[in-house]
């Protein structure tokens, strides 16, 4: 369905349901959403955000769109849940194998699963099929979160692009050993390359799967917790300095109970000089 989130244009929710693993869980907003569904378009009355929650009428939604759109994928959950993971091995095979299948049948969108259990993905999508249309995302909340980045990276494999979610942000964080191309190349190497003494196409060669995407955002709701500017343009300069699109979406609530001012997206956007770009290429 249409969505208020700024960096895709639909959420599609076929399986939704999640239970806290780290900080950032702290104020789910889909645990909240799925509390006011209770009861109601197939969310349960007694525990509405329960894991696995199978939405078979959500399953065909992309299909009917034919405009080209981006498409958040378990919005309202972490697909790799160790229960979906059950789910899958217990006779669920067949709704998983669909639900790729209707990724595989609209190639004009593009289709983002960000997850906080990136140990799981290698167990679940070793049995699928390679999607190009698919980004696979974690979130990294504060530095302790980086090694999701570790663990994401070997996915790539499985997909057509790797991003990741510092929302909310909650401490500095430095991810740029995984922007750069080169980081597993020597000083030597590196100024031969930067120099133009390797050709391009031999470059290639040297180089390694990358992080494509980084977006960045503060806690809105109630009881946010603070989002320090200079975190955000940290990550925004290493951003820059390997050419990877940055998007900055939102100072977040506390920022604006402190300066006593409801900013509106475009706002947040150029507030401090904050550049950016939306989507990468």
């Known amino acids: 369905m249409p969505t208020k989130i700024e960096w895709c244009d639909e959420t599609w929710n076929p399986i939704t349901g999640c239970t806290p693993i780290s900080i950032g869980c702290l104020n789910c907003?889909?645990?909240?959403?799925?509390?006011?569904?209770?009861?109601?378009?197939?969310?349960?009355y007694v525990d509405p955000f329960k894991p696995a929650t199978i939405h078979k009428d959500k399953l065909c939604y992309p299909l009917k769109i034919k405009r080209v759109k981006r498409f958040f994928v378990c919005s309202m959950g972490d697909f790799f849940h160790d229960e979906v993971l059950k789910f899958y091995n217990n006779g669920g095979e067949k709704f998983i194998n669909e639900m790729w299948d209707v990724m595989a049948s609209c190639p004009q969108h593009i289709f983002h699963i960000l997850t906080k259990r990136t140990h799981n993905i290698e167990q679940l999508l070793s049995s699928l099929p390679k999607l190009n249309n698919l980004w696979l995302g974690t979130t990294v909340e504060t530095q302790k979160q980086v090694e999701r980045i570790e663990q994401l990276i070997p996915m790539r494999k499985y997909c057509g692009g790797l991003f990741v979610s510092c929302e909310p942000l909650l401490g500095p964080v430095d991810i740029e050993e995984w922007l750069d191309p080169l980081r597993e190349c020597d000083d030597t190497t590196r100024k031969c390359i930067r120099s133009g003494l390797i050709n391009s196409c031999q470059a290639k060669e040297y180089s390694c799967e990358t992080i494509k995407w980084v977006i960045v955002g503060g806690e809105t709701g109630p009881g946010s917790r603070p989002m320090e500017t200079d975190w955000a343009r940290s990550l925004r300069e290493q951003c820059k300095k390997h050419y990877t699109p940055f998007f900055f979406k939102k100072h977040g609530s506390w920022w604006c109970r402190e300066f006593g001012k409801r900013t509106s997206w475009r706002e947040n956007h150029e507030l401090d000089g904050m550049t950016w770009e939306q989507f990468p290429n």
């Open 29 to 44: 907003y889909a645990s909240k959403m799925a509390n006011r569904l209770r009861g109601r378009h197939g969310y349960s």
